[in-house]
């Protein structure tokens, strides 16, 4: 209810003028939208995860959304270079990629290119050398996509029976599949195995799904060819995690620098983090290694006064309507309420 309550206040705003309005507003104009993206479906990914995953129609439709209203779209540096020294052009965005997955350079690439428009995927870089499924979001894609055939039995040699159907059965699923690994401290050959074995028992054609590179990480040879298409490559972690720790967390931003670096012969000094989650301590941690700026889950628009580590961000999805999406491209909607999506704690793409 509330949420068409929304849409139709919107549609009342933008008959009377107000998106107009707000788009050429000197308000506007001090403000950067940061998008945020995570994958462009290859198949029915954004059937399985909406919040994760957008078709490419839609992503296509975004983007000629932003050249049709005359949106300037900024690469990351730029636009907060000049967020900062006050020099922003009017409707100011920068598009950001979480993860690197082979969706991007598949399906997004493609598209950024034919509309001439700059991008950031803040890389992790851990799976670009393992060419397979990332096995947490692989087992909950498999578990997904049999959900009208598995009503009820045993996994793999798993305890309890596990009902498919539900939504609460999958995570349920889920959870003792993670678990198992865990605790058998399966390598990542044996957590393939145990994929494919669990896709056998699904009915589910494994191979072929792999032969899509659907859930894989870009490997370091089309990360390199990024470059050639206006794509930067930015900072994520290297196994896709942040340890409350400084060490660790160091290990991570460094780790993952050296493999960037490797691949596209650049100094990445901006990064993300890994599902938005961060501490107050990582800030200085991530000032001792030179990075400049980090982008969050947080939902916003970027100001001069946002601190750099701590910017915002609008994670697009598949549950935005166009009219909700332009509202925030012309600065409309972060004055509304929103529900932040919440993906949980855990680290999807975690090694």
């Known amino acids: 209810m509330l949420k068409s309550l929304k849409r139709m206040a919107l549609g009342t705003f933008k008959s009377f003028g107000l998106f107009r309005l707000f788009a050429g507003s000197g308000w506007r104009r001090r403000r950067l939208l940061i998008l945020c993206y995570h994958g462009i479906s290859i198949d029915d990914e954004h059937e399985w995860d909406p919040t994760l995953f957008v078709s490419a129609a839609l992503f296509e439709q975004r983007l000629r959304l932003l050249r049709d209203r005359g949106f300037n779209v900024l690469p990351l540096a730029e636009g907060l270079e000049r967020l900062y020294n006050g020099t922003l052009p009017p409707k100011s965005v920068v598009i950001t990629f979480d993860d690197g997955t082979f969706d991007f350079y598949n399906r997004a690439r493609p598209l950024l290119k034919q509309y001439q428009f700059p991008a950031t995927v803040y890389l992790t870089t851990f799976y670009c050398h393992h060419h397979r499924p990332v096995f947490r979001l692989f087992a909950s894609y498999l578990l997904w996509k049999a959900r009208n055939t598995f009503s009820g039995g045993r996994l793999l040699d798993l305890d309890g ?3 498919l159907a539900s939504e609460s059965g999958r995570s349920s699923a889920l959870a003792a599949i993670e678990h198992y690994a865990a605790e058998h401290r399966l390598p990542l050959a044996e957590r393939d195995a145990l994929l494919e074995r669990l896709a056998r028992q699904l009915g589910l054609p494994y191979e072929t799904l792999v032969s899509q590179r659907i859930l894989q990480l870009m490997t370091p040879q089309e990360v390199t060819c990024l470059a050639g298409d206006g794509i930067d490559v930015q900072l994520h972690t290297h196994r896709h995690r942040t340890p409350l720790d400084h060490d660790l967390f160091t290990r991570e931003i460094v780790d993952n620098r050296i493999e960037i670096e ?26 001792e290694q030179g990075v400049l700026s980090a982008t969050t889950c947080d939902t916003g628009l970027a100001t001069s006064t946002s601190n750099p580590l701590l910017l915002p961000r609008l994670i697009d999805h598949s549950a935005y309507s166009s009219l909700e999406f332009e509202s925030w491209l012309v600065g409309l909607g972060a004055l509304l309420p929103t529900r932040a999506i919440n993906r949980g704690s855990q680290s999807p793409l975690e090694a």
């Not at 993300?272 to 990582?282: I, R």
């Open 262 to 287: 490797g691949m596209t012969h650049e100094r990445p000094v901006h990064f993300c983090y890994p599902c938005g989650a961060y501490h107050k301590e990582f800030l200085p941690w991530l000032k």
């Open 161 to 163: 029976i596990f009902d």
